[in-house]
């Protein structure tokens, strides 16, 4: 039974951050939901010694974050600086994974861009 509602307050934790996100610009949004998915699957099944400190982490995120989000003034939200990445709670590894995880959403659609076996780009059906 232990079990079981440790498994309801991960996932309700899990929904209450995503709902938080909603509040944020869309860049910012969709950042922290990859990155709250890949931590909570990456920890899935971890050991138990863990777990405590995984849940402190990440209620401390939630709390940071919801607090930030009703903050800000979303028309004039450009972009976060340091100071505003030190109130949302991120430690040095978290801050290391968010950069590159902005990176990746950053390249550009050419490096997906598909080639036939003779090395000339796919013909998308595009009209001449």
Not at 10 to 35: C, N, T, W
Not at 61 to 88: C, H, P, R, W
Request: proline share 2%; charged share 30%; hydrophobic share 30%.
């Amino acid at each position: 039974m232990n079990q079981l509602l440790h498994k309801r307050n991960v996932l309700s934790l899990y929904k209450k951050i995503l709902k938080v996100h909603e509040q944020l610009p869309l860049e910012f949004r969709a950042m922290g939901d990859m990155y709250a998915r890949v931590e909570f699957r990456r920890h899935k099944d971890c050991d138990q010694e863990f777990i405590p400190q995984f849940m402190e982490e990440w209620i401390q995120y939630y709390n940071n974050t919801a607090a930030f989000a009703e903050s800000q003034d979303k028309s004039n939200f450009k972009g976060l600086t340091e100071e505003q990445v030190d109130i949302i709670g991120t430690n040095e590894s978290q801050t290391g994974q968010l950069y590159e995880m902005m990176q990746e959403a950053q390249k550009t659609k050419t490096q997906f861009l598909m080639v036939e076996e003779d090395g000339n780009p796919h013909d998308s059906g595009k009209k001449e």
